[in-house]
Nanobody
Framework: QVQLEESGGGLVQAGGSLRLSCAAS??????????MAWFRQAPGEEREFVAA????????YYADSVKGRFTISRDNAKNTVYLQMNSVKPEDTAVYYC????????????????WGKGTLVTVSS
């Protein structure tokens, strides 16, 4: 069983920064064998792709809405993926979900294999 646990959510003012973390674990889970991603779901909206990183960390993908403001990274030694959020906007308010997919490169074009439970980010104007 794979477990993904997000942390770092909270309240932040528009223009500020926040860093989300996602720790992965599981008896048969090899973190370095999974592409990792972040999705988000705003109230009343569908879940949407935010960013993804390849197994080695060298390739990243971003939604147009966050490109240039958010950065995804991973530390395979710590089984952790991060989402650095800069210049946040009120429209970034959402529950942010960590996801894992057993592929080398994953761009969020299909549902991933595993989801975390989410962490709430609220951006005040």
């Amino acid at each position: 069983q794979v477990q993904l646990e997000e942390s770092g959510g909270g309240l932040v003012q528009a223009g500020g920064s926040l860093r989300l973390s996602c720790a992965a674990s599981g008896l048969t889970f090899t973190f370095s064998g999974y592409a990792m991603a972040w999705f988000r779901q705003a109230p009343g909206e569908e879940r949407e792709f935010v960013a993804a990183v390849s197994v080695g960390g060298g390739t990243t993908y971003y939604a147009d809405s966050v490109k240039g403001r958010f950065t995804i990274s991973r530390d395979n030694a710590k089984n952790t993926v991060y989402l650095q959020m800069n210049s946040v906007k009120p429209e970034d308010t959402a529950v942010y979900y960590c996801a894992a997919d057993p592929s080398l490169f994953y761009s969020g074009s299909y549902p991933p294999n595993y989801w975390g439970k989410g962490t709430l980010v609220t951006v005040s104007s």
